[in-house]
């Protein structure tokens, strides 16, 4: 069971950046597909982006795809979030998690939690 503590959010303005980071407690994290998630009041929470064990196969939420970037350093047991050309809709709490993957042979097609096990998460906060 893989425990992460979410850390890297904030408030921001439109346009700006922050970088959410995600530190694990497994031993197994480098076996892990891990996913960034998020949830903002009144709504379901929804995936962001996934990334499987070594970062070779990569998903993005079409609304953040060429904005967010994810990227995990297994050495270190932690998952990264790089979110530039932030915008309001993004205000959300943000949580990762390990995860599922539907995959091709090119492609990471949709992913989601393993479990409903959810950490305390970051908040991020996107002013206009």
């Known amino acids: 069971q893989v425990q992460a503590v979410e850390s890297g959010g904030g408030l921001v303005q439109a346009g700006g950046s922050l970088r959410l980071s995600c530190t694990a407690s497994?031993?197994?994290?480098?076996?892990?597909?891990m996913g960034w998630f998020r949830q903002a009041p009144g709504k379901e929470r929804e995936e962001v982006s996934c990334?499987?064990?070594?970062?070779?196969?990569?998903y993005y939420l079409d609304s953040v795809k060429g904005r967010f970037t994810i990227s995990r350093d297994n050495a270190k047991n932690t998952l990264y979030l790089q979110m530039n050309s932030l915008k309001p809709e993004d205000t959300a709490m943000y949580y990762c998690?390990?995860?599922?993957?539907?995959?091709?042979?090119?492609?990471?097609?949709?992913?989601?939690?393993?479990?409903?096990?959810w950490g305390q998460g970051t908040q991020v906060t996107v002013s206009e």
């Open positions: 497994a031993s197994t994290f480098d076996d892990d597909p």
């Open positions: 990334i499987s064990y070594n970062g070779g196969y990569k």
């Open positions: 998690a390990p995860v599922w993957l539907r995959r091709s042979a090119t492609e990471i097609k949709a992913c989601g939690p393993l479990a409903a096990d």
